[in-house]
């Protein structure tokens, strides 16, 4: 018999199940709750357990719904890209406290998937402007049409590996999430992970190998004084910070998630003399 369900796990699979009828249905959830009585044409009835057989085989539920909301933005999201966690909402916090607001600072996202970095900091930072990259051209097509639904001018899009995507350009800020669990990994065989693009999930033997390309590469594109910001695992933290210092880079930090735990490592290219707020007047 399976386990059953704690109180955390039953008010998500409440939550869920609320998500999909309301996506079945097209309204919102106070209008589910206003309607709690309302009887539900059969097709539609049909369609929800469809969904809801879906989300039991463990595809995420943004992939059902086509949507997932990150940073306070409304983004499409398919197969094609990971679905944007919360997690990574400190990532771009992180960045926004490095860029004043009317700053007008050169950013690049790498492997920006659905856009969602990218996105974010181009929505909060009007005169900012934003490469967004990815090597899966897939994964592009998904983030430009973000920016065009969501009418966000200020970011262009380049399709490449790593730093190879930049061409010669000079950035304020590099921010990535990149893919960092290592391959072999159980949890690539778990829950949502099983449906989301190998190449947005693991990168080598101690899922480090992007962090490593990425940290060596930004250097020859940060302006003096720039910054690198980059998500990793946990666990990932003193490696992640011997990397950068490795290399030279000036004021290597990791940052804490709420939990406590390493998600958000930082340096800064060596020259820090020139400030960012200076360097992107
Ligand atoms: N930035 C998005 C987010 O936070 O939701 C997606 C992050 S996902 C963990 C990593 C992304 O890196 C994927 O979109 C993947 O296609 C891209 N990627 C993987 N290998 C790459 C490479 N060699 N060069 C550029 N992008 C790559
Ligand atoms: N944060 C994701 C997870 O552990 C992994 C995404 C990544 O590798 N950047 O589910």
Redesign the pocket.
């Known amino acids: 018999m399976e386990e059953p369900l704690g109180e955390r796990e039953w008010n998500e699979a409440r939550r869920e199940a609320e998500l999909l009828l309301q996506y079945t249905l097209r309204v919102d959830r106070a209008w589910l709750f206003a309607h709690a009585d309302d009887e539900v044409a059969a097709v539609l009835a049909g369609q929800f357990r469809c969904h809801v057989s879906r989300r039991a085989e463990g595809e995420p539920i943004a992939y059902i719904t086509g949507r997932r909301e990150f940073f306070g933005l409304d983004l499409v999201v398919t197969p094609d890209v ?1 679905v944007p ?1 919360a ?2 909402e400190l990532l771009v916090e992180a960045a926004l406290e490095r860029i004043a607001h009317d700053a007008r600072a050169r950013i690049a996202d790498l492997g920006t998937g659905s856009g969602a970095i990218a996105l974010a900091l181009a929505h909060e930072r009007a005169h900012a402007r934003v490469l967004a990259t990815d090597a899966s051209a897939a994964a592009l097509a998904v983030a430009r049409a973000n920016a065009q639904r969501l009418a966000l001018g200020n970011v262009e899009f380049a399709q490449g590996e790593w730093c190879a995507a930049l061409g010669a350009g000079v950035f304020d800020l590099i921010v990535s ?5 290592a391959l072999g990994d159980a ?1 690539l065989e778990q829950g ?2 099983r449906f989301e693009p190998a190449l ?4 080598g033997a101690d ?1 480090l190998d992007a962090i490593r390309i990425i940290a060596r590469d930004a250097r020859r594109h940060l302006a003096p004084g720039g910054w690198l910001l980059f ?1 990793h ?1 946990w666990d990932q933290g003193a490696a992640a910070r011997g990397i950068l210092a490795a290399l030279g880079y000036a004021e290597v930090a990791t940052l804490a998630d709420l939990e406590g735990r390493d998600r958000v490592s930082q340096a800064r290219h060596e020259d820090a003399r020139v400030m960012l707020e200076q360097a992107s007047q």
């Open positions: 990971l966690r997690e990574t999430n990149p893919p960092y669990i949890h949502d992970l947005a999930l693991s990168s899922g998500e695992g």
